[in-house]
C-alpha cells in the first residue's frame, strides 16, 4: 500500500474540503459497523443512517448515495420528465459541476437565473416571471433548485426567510423544490437554525458527508417516502445501489455525532484566510464577506494569473485551487489545524511582495 509522501504529508492542503482523511475514531466506527446487503435493504448500519438523517431534517426518509452529483441528479429525475425546465442559479453547481447530468440523463433544461449579488443569492423576485407558458412550444417548468451554502458563490448561505419567500412562489406555481445541502451543515452550524427548518422548506434535499463533515464517501438524498421509493429506482438505474456499504454509512453516523458542531473552527480559520487575503495588494476577495468555510478571491495582473497565485503558495507549502483564469478558492476542513491555518496566511502575505 502506498502513503503520501513525507513531502505530501507536509502540504498544508487548502484545495477542497473533500480531501479529509478519515480519523482513527471514524475508522473504528467502520470497521464496528454491522452490515448487511443494503440492495436488499438488509444493511441495518446504512438503514439507521437513513431514518436519522431524515428525521434530523424533518423529512420522512432518505436515501444513501455514493455522491452529492448522483443524489442532485436522482433529484432532477424524481421531479422531472424530459422536456421539463428547473430553474436554478447561474453559477450553481448543478449546472456548472456535473457534467451536464440533467441534458444527458433526465432531458430537462436548466435554465439559468444571475444572482444580483453575485454570490448565488438569489430572491422570490428574481423569480417573477420566470415560468415558461403553459405551450407546445415552451418547456415545462417544473423545479427550482438552490444550493446552501453556495459553492461558486463564496460559501454564502441564503437566510431561511429567503427561502421561505422562493418557495411560496414555488408552490403558487407548483413547482417543486430541491436543496442542494452539500455544505447545509456549515449553514446550520453558523446560523444556528436547526437542520429540521431547513429541511421542511424543500420536497428533497441532498447533504453530503463528504465535504465538511469528513467522511471517506457518502451523500443523502432526504424527501417523502414515495419520493424515495421513487429514488431508489433511479439509483439503481444510475448504477448507484451499493452491497454491505454499512462501513461507509457508519463513518457518516460517526460524523453526525462528533463532526459538525466542530465547523465553527473551520469557518475561524476561514477568517485567519480571509485576512491576509485583504492584506495583500491585487488579491480582492469575492465576495468580500467570507461566511463559512470557502475563501474566494480574485487575482490581478500583477500576480500573473491564478494558476501562478497556486504555484507560489505551493512552494511556500500551501496548496489552493485556481478555479478561474484568476480565480483562486481556499477551503479550511476538518484536516487543517488554526496552526497551518495561521502558517498558510503568512505564506498568503509573502505574496504581497
Ligand atoms: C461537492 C458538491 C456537490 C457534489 O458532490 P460530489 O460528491 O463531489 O459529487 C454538489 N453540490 C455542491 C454545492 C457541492 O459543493
Not at 466506527?29 to 448487511?36: C, D, K, N
Request: net charge neutral; hydrophobic share 45%.
Amino acid at each position: 500500500m502506498s502513503s503520501p509522501s513525507i513531502r505530501e504529508r507536509q502540504m498544508i492542503d487548502l484545495r477542497s474540503d473533500t480531501v479529509t482523511r478519515p480519523t482513527p475514531g471514524m475508522l473504528a466506527a467502520m470497521t464496528a459497523a454491522p452490515v448487511g446487503d443494503d440492495v436488499y435493504g438488509e444493511d441495518p448500519t446504512v438503514n439507521e443512517l437513513e431514518r436519522r438523517t431524515a428525521a434530523l431534517f424533518g423529512l420522512e426518509a432518505g436515501l444513501f448515495v455514493p455522491s452529492g452529483t448522483m443524489a442532485n441528479q436522482i433529484a432532477v429525475r424524481v421531479h422531472c420528465r424530459p422536456q421539463d425546465e428547473a430553474l436554478l442559479e447561474t453559477t450553481s453547481h448543478i449546472r456548472l459541476w456535473e457534467a451536464g447530468g440533467a441534458a444527458a440523463l433526465s432531458g430537462v433544461t436548466l435554465t439559468p437565473i444571475d444572482s444580483p449579488t453575485r454570490d448565488g443569492r438569489l430572491g422570490a423576485s428574481d423569480f417573477a416571471g420566470r415560468v415558461s407558458p403553459d405551450d407546445m412550444h415552451s418547456v415545462r417548468t417544473r423545479l427550482v433548485c438552490l444550493e446552501v451554502t453556495h459553492n461558486r458563490g463564496g460559501g454564502t448561505v441564503l437566510s431561511p426567510d429567503a427561502i421561505g419567500d422562493i418557495s411560496r412562489w414555488a408552490r403558487q406555481h407548483n413547482l417543486a423544490m430541491h436543496l442542494d445541502g452539500a455544505r447545509v451543515w456549515n449553514a446550520i452550524v453558523k446560523t444556528g437554525v436547526p437542520a429540521d427548518v431547513w429541511g421542511r422548506m424543500f420536497d428533497t434535499v441532498n447533504v453530503c458527508f463528504s465535504k465538511g463533515l469528513g467522511t471517506p464517501v457518502g451523500s443523502m438524498l432526504l424527501g417523502p417516502r414515495d419520493l424515495i421509493a421513487q429514488a431508489r429506482r433511479i439509483r439503481k438505474l444510475f448504477g448507484g445501489a451499493m452491497r454491505q456499504v454499512g462501513f461507509l454509512a457508519a463513518a457518516c453516523l460517526y460524523a453526525l455525532d462528533h463532526h459538525i458542531e466542530r465547523l465553527a473552527e473551520d469557518h475561524e480559520n476561514a477568517q485567519v484566510i480571509a485576512k491576509a487575503v485583504e492584506e495583500v495588494p491585487g488579491f480582492t476577495l469575492a465576495p468580500r464577506t467570507v461566511e463559512t468555510n470557502l475563501v474566494w478571491f480574485e487575482v490581478d495582473a500583477r500576480h500573473g494569473n491564478a494558476k501562478a497565485v497556486a504555484e507560489r503558495l505551493k512552494a511556500k507549502g500551501v496548496l489552493v485551487a485556481p478555479l478561474g483564469a484568476h480565480v483562486v478558492r481556499v477551503v479550511t476542513h476538518l484536516d487543517v489545524s488554526r496552526e497551518q491555518c495561521q502558517k498558510a496566511a503568512g505564506a498568503i502575505r509573502a505574496l504581497a511582495g
